[in-house]
């Protein structure tokens, strides 16, 4: 009778251990597709309580950079060139499940794209912003002309 108990609670043991392990997976409103593109720099507002990318295409990590063809190394903001491609992505931050005082990204809360195009009289500059997160009182959309300069001002992170 001990035996059969014994071989009881040892199935018991092996059924209930023999499990795949969970793997965790990032939410799809987390996830960002960026087709591509590189990423320029990154930034948090801890008032807010988010987090940025920016990210563009090689001519706009040119820019960001401050490299111009011909002339490497020098800075020329403010000139934008056609064919620039921004994509400055902001997230709501959430607290880490798996590490303790640390937080991670939350849904995406705008993706903000400036555009360079070629125009008649000089570079056309498109603005567009998808899925404002309206938020109220002090944290005020700012207006398109504002943000278009606050993103051709970001400069490069410099990567090893």
């Not at 950079?65 to 992505?89: C, D, H, I, N, Y």
């Amino acid at each position: 009778m001990k035996n059969l108990i014994a071989i009881f609670i040892s199935a018991v043991f092996a059924l209930t251990s023999c499990q795949q392990p969970r793997k965790l997976t990032p939410a799809p409103e987390t996830i960002f597709d960026d087709h591509g593109l590189h990423v320029i720099t990154s930034f948090h507002n801890d008032r807010t309580r988010t987090i940025s990318v920016l990210y563009g295409n090689d001519e706009a990590l040119v820019h960001a950079s401050g490299e111009r063809a011909g002339t490497p190394g020098v800075a020329t903001p403010g000139e934008p060139s056609p064919g620039e491609l921004f994509k400055l992505v902001t997230w709501d931050l959430k607290q880490n499940p798996l590490w303790f005082g640390s937080d991670i990204n939350g849904g995406v809360l705008s993706v903000e794209t400036v555009a360079v195009s070629a125009g008649k009289s000089g570079p056309a500059i498109d603005y567009t912003i998808d899925n404002p997160a309206q938020k109220t009182g002090k944290n005020a959309v700012s207006s398109n002309a504002e943000r278009i300069s606050f993103i051709f001002a970001q400069r490069a992170s410099v990567f090893p």
